[in-house]
């Protein structure tokens, strides 16, 4: 099974936008072969000049609202983020933060985050989920995968 590794970054500021391309360059130096980068943005002109290394996802105003919820919840676009990305589950997932950099390979972490071996790494990684913001979130692993539910 692949491993995809998704960003998103949305709305009018610069700043986000240009951490999110040095994330994307960072991502794409040190991610193992096979593995698949996206970033999910409103604002696709801008990553255009990645599109030979990074599949771009335009994501539409309607889209976001749809994402942010009807209490406009601006955590929710993550979770939603993750529940595209996992579509289908053809492939393990990863949402990076776009102020997030890589300085090393990627496989120790994907071996280790996303292909649990035991019960205890599955607990463990269930246990980083939840204290890392992530505790109205609920997850499942089927088949070793990280499957978000709503």
Known sequence: MSARLGILAYGPDAQLHTQCQAALLSTIAFAPAGVETIVLTDRPDSYLWLEDSVTIEHLTAAVLQRWRGPTDDRYRPKIEALRWLAAGGAAHVVLVDTDTLARRSLAPML?????????????????????AGYRHAQAAFVGGSLVPHG
């Open 111 to 131: 071996q280790r985050l996303i292909l649990p071996t035991s019960d205890q790494d599955q607990t463990n990684l269930r246990m980083r989920l939840m204290t």
